[in-house]
């Protein structure tokens, strides 16, 4: 049997968002229709809704991620879920307790979802596999990080209105990444073309299946292209051997001031952060005007809110009860600590 | 007490005819034929009464990890399996690297309902550093010696075990077996699962085929230098294949033994991100299948062999990276090969039974011909009884087998160890 990237699309979305394969065009675009929704809650003055109010979201990161958990935490507030909070640092994990065992732990503090995030590919699934709570998967290793790809959907709907016949590079550590797996994913669904753009080191070792086209070279493409978006370059991969030096490397594939000025005036950039600034993107090319990368962060809190509630709420349909402003008890986000 | 097994059709090396055994109470087989009569009679109708079977490749977790396995019950895995003996690999916790935990190791033994045979390591504390005491325990009667879990990575180092073992052939009576887990962890470490089309999909970093098959190749030209008899343990690509066939014909010395879980599985298993998948080497591809299955049948490969890994529940309750590979295969094995290997019954004993004794030395008491005088180490199968795999119903203290709930033809009926009836009607007696 031969790995496509993509399993054939499963029947809607089930209890659990665990990654974009399996999930058909209309699933996507369900999702990000609901998320115009929210993104007009998080436009508010007091930006609440009691949506899933009584409900609680635990948040399981066995991997530091400070941007991922506030974003979830901050989706769940805003409708009014409770959240508990589980990180490795503080858990029983070294103490030789099975990550069942701690999945079992964190289940029986009542919570109704469980946001994963893990350093290594499938936990969120096996996690799946043990508890009858829905499991969000906020990044399991080098495999998917489904919100991470919803809200680069979301960023680059709102800017251009649909995917379908864009041009988008994806450049740089695509071996290691579950942003650019999920965001191939994600991208081709939604109609658009994706090329990858990367040293032959940083590919992963067998991708033939997979509905890309590949380039070792980033500045015969520039002109040619609707979006870049560049993953982050980590350090590590020197003294793993699979490039000689951040410097090479950024004089290669970094977005510096003069690769973004050679870009189309309507094309876009994207990070998923944090940024490396000097070694996947210059500067300049974050402050350039078509940069998105806080459109994306924005965005991030509303796609989760709409995942929270897609998995936990009153069922597919929004209704009036859910999004109206909270009551008396309302105080500014935040505060209800 | 003498048994009679009746109505059953013989294979062996010799070949196939259609007579009772009577074995007797010396432990021996009294007698081949028709008419016979015993003490107690066990039913061979619709069965082939079979040599037991010798598994090269055994981890028991006695002494150490006694909560995944003991002697005791793996052994009993084992004769419910259709095995009259076992070699325990020595990653054991001491590592069976001396003679005291070989005496340790053999005593067990002699308790449990196979027979033992241990193997030691080839350098101290499977470290790869410095050679293990293998002329003290070649005087102790190991004749075969592996760091199985890792190769020997240090190229001098196997060189000088190879020349060291060479001259080691007159105290053992013959030549001693170096039993290799080939892989170069330079290129392995960081991998859990094979390197190729599904690790790139999952996510799961890979463990190239050509860590396996350099170390493949550094050994055949390192057998080719010292003339050391070298077996290649769990052969899983299809180069590995390739160049063991071509080590065979260039006339050296070398065996080989494959898996049933990588004659039957691929590395698509993984998909599920289950680590009862998780073994080492990796499960392949396709392709490597279908080569292990050619290599079975044309003879590069020798033998059959489990590498029966048993690990607790919640070793295997864990993210992919950090679960310990190893897999069930004591209770499967004879069913699997049977089921698909492509070949036929008689060759599927031969890989289980007495080509894998007399790679192990014990020839003459395991995988012998059916004959009176010979022991009665037996095993009776049924070749068309269809039963359902599960974990739990395996005598494994673990249950950590990758084929649950798969439905499978061919099973153990009886097995005798010693002229024992260890298993009758597929139950362990004791």
Same mark, same amino acid.
């Given at each position: ?9 499963? *029947? ?11 999930? =058909?065009?209309?699933?996507?675009e ?25 409900r ?16 979830f935490e ?6 009014s ?10 858990? *029983?994990? =070294?103490k ?12 029986? $503090? ?7 995030? /893990? ?8 996690v ?5 709570? =829905?499991?969000?998967?906020?990044g399991?290793?080098?495999? &998917? /990080?489904?919100?991470?790809a919803?809200?680069?959907c $979301? ?19 695509v ?6 797996r999920?965001?191939?994913l994600?991208?081709?669904?939604l109609?658009?073309?994706?090329v ?8 992963p ?7 890309v086209? %590949? ?13 870049? $978006?560049?993953l982050?370059?980590?350090? &590590?991969?020197?003294?793993?051997g ?6 090479? $490397?950024?004089?290669d ?6 690769r973004?000025?050679?870009?189309? *005036? ?17 500067a ?6 078509? =940069?998105?990368?806080?459109?994306q962060? %924005?965005?991030?809190v ?20 859910d999004?109206e402003? %909270?009551?008396?008890?309302a ?7 | ?11 062996d ?6 007579l ?13 034929g028709?008419?016979?009569s ?14 037991g ?16 396995e ?11 399996g259709? !095995? ?14 001396c ?8 005593t067990?033994?002699r308790?449990s ?23 003290e325990?070649?005087d102790?009667?190991?004749?075969? #010696?592996?760091?199985d879990?890792?190769?020997l990575q ?8 190879m020349?060291y073992?060479?001259?080691?052939t007159?105290r053992?009576g013959r030549?001693?077996? @170096? ?5 170069v962890?330079a290129?392995?470490?960081?991998? #859990? ?5 599904w ?5 799961i ?8 098959e350099l170390?493949?190749?550094r ?8 003339g050391?008899?070298?077996? #290649? ?8 294949v ?12 070398v ?16 998909a599920? !991100? ?5 073994v080492?080497?990796?499960l392949?591809?396709d392709a490597?299948?279908q ?21 607790a ?9 950090q ?10 094995? #004879? ?10 019954l008689?060759?599927? @004993?031969a ?5 894998p004794?007399a790679?192990a ?9 059916? @004959?009176?005088?010979n022991?009665?180490? @037996?095993c009776?199968?049924?070749?068309d ?16 087998t990758? !084929? ?12 005798l160890?010693?002229g ?6 597929g139950?362990?007696?004791?």
């Amino acid at each position: 049997m031969t790995a496509t990237l993509q399993s054939p699309p499963a *029947s809607g979305l089930g209890r659990h968002l665990l990654g974009i394969d399996g999930m =058909s065009r209309s699933d996507l675009e369900e999702i990000l229709d609901l998320t115009d929704t929210f993104a007009e809650i998080g436009r508010r003055p007091i930006p609440k809704v009691p949506a899933l109010r009584g409900r609680t979201v635990a948040t399981a990161f066995f991997e530091n991620s400070t941007r991922t958990r506030m974003s979830f935490e901050t989706a769940a507030r805003r409708l009014s879920a409770d959240t508990v909070a589980f990180s490795a640092g503080s858990s *029983s994990l =070294s103490k030789g307790e099975s990550l069942r065992d701690t999945v079992e732990v964190v289940a029986s $503090y009542g919570a109704d979802l469980l946001v994963v995030r /893990h350093a290594m590919a499938g936990t969120a699934h096996r996690v799946a596999d043990w508890t009858d709570l =829905s499991v969000v998967n906020a990044g399991d290793g080098c495999h &998917e /990080h489904p919100t991470q790809a919803l809200l680069d959907c $979301y960023t680059l709907r709102e800017q251009r209105g649909s995917l379908d016949g864009m041009r988008i590079a994806i450049v740089g550590d695509v071996r290691h990444s579950r942003v650019a797996r999920s965001n191939i994913l994600a991208f081709t669904a939604l109609g658009a073309e994706v090329v990858l753009v990367a040293p032959a080191t940083l590919l992963p070792p067998a991708i033939d299946g997979w509905p890309v086209t %590949v380039f070792h070279e980033l500045d015969p493409l520039l002109t040619d292209l609707d979006a870049v $978006y560049l993953l982050r370059m980590q350090q &590590e991969r020197i003294t793993e051997g699979l490039i000689p030096s951040l410097r090479e $490397y950024a004089n290669d594939f970094g977005l510096s001031a003069d690769r973004v000025a050679r870009m189309r *005036s309507d094309a876009l950039v994207l990070h998923p952060g944090p940024t490396n600034r000097g070694v996947e993107i210059s500067a300049e090319a974050a402050a350039d005007p078509r =940069s998105v990368i806080l459109d994306q962060v %924005v965005n991030g809190v509303s796609v989760r809110m709409a995942v929270l509630f897609r998995l936990l709420g009153s069922g597919q349909q929004l209704v009036a009860a859910d999004i109206e402003p %909270v009551g008396d008890d309302a105080r500014p986000e935040g505060a209800d600590r | 007490m003498s048994v009679v097994l009746r109505g059953g059709r013989i294979i062996d090396r010799d070949g196939e005819r259609t007579l009772d055994v009577e074995v007797g109470d010396d432990g021996r087989i009294a007698a081949v034929g028709t008419g016979l009569s015993g003490d107690a009679e066990l039913d061979a109708s619709g069965c082939v009464i079979s040599p037991g079977f010798v598994d090269l490749h055994a981890h028991l977790r006695e002494p150490g990890q006694e909560e995944a396995e003991t002697i005791e019950t793996g052994a009993r895995g084992g004769s419910l399996g259709g !095995y009259t003996a076992l070699v325990t690999m020595p990653n054991t916790d001491p590592t069976t690297d001396c003679v005291a935990v070989v005496e340790q190791v053999r005593t067990l033994g002699r308790r449990s309902t196979c027979e033992i045979i241990p193997s030691a390591a080839m350098t101290v504390d499977r470290r790869g550093t410095e050679m293990a005491p293998m002329g003290e325990l070649v005087d102790a009667g190991v004749g075969i #010696f592996t760091d199985d879990g890792t190769g020997l990575q240090d190229p001098r180092l196997m060189r000088r075990v190879m020349e060291y073992s060479t001259g080691l052939t007159g105290r053992l009576g013959r030549p001693v077996v @170096l039993a290799q887990h080939c892989e170069v962890t330079a290129l392995s470490t960081g991998g #859990f699962m094979h390197e190729g089309e599904w690790s790139s999909r999952l996510g799961i970093p890979g463990q190239p085929a050509e860590s396996e098959e350099l170390m493949v190749m550094r050994d055949i030209a390192l057998v080719r230098l010292t003339g050391a008899h070298t077996h #290649f343990q769990h052969l899983s690509t299809a180069a590995s294949v390739a160049m063991v066939r071509g080590a065979k014909a260039a006339g050296l010395p070398v065996t080989a033994e494959a898996t049933t879980h990588h004659l039957t599985l691929t590395d698509a298993a993984c998909a599920s !991100y289950d680590p009862v998948f998780k073994v080492h080497p990796p499960l392949r591809t396709d392709a490597d299948v279908q080569a292990i299955r050619d290599g079975l049948a044309d003879g590069t490969i020798d033998a059959i062999a489990t590498d029966h890994a048993p690990h607790a529940p919640h070793a295997k309750e864990l993210p992919f990276d950090q679960a310990p590979p190893g897999m069930l295969g004591l209770e499967t094995a #004879f069913a699997l090969t049977l089921d698909e290997s492509g070949l036929d019954l008689p060759e599927v @004993l031969a890989l289980l039974s007495w080509k894998p004794a007399a790679i192990a030395g014990v020839a003459d008491r395991h995988g012998a011909p059916i @004959l009176p005088g010979n022991p009665a180490n @037996l095993c009776v199968v049924d070749p068309d009884e269809v039963w359902t795999v599960s974990g739990a119903a395996m005598a494994s203290r673990s249950c950590n087998t990758p !084929y649950e709930g798969r439905s499978l033809r061919g099973r153990v009926r009886h097995t005798l160890r010693a002229g024992e009836p260890v298993v009758v009607d597929g139950e362990a007696r004791r």
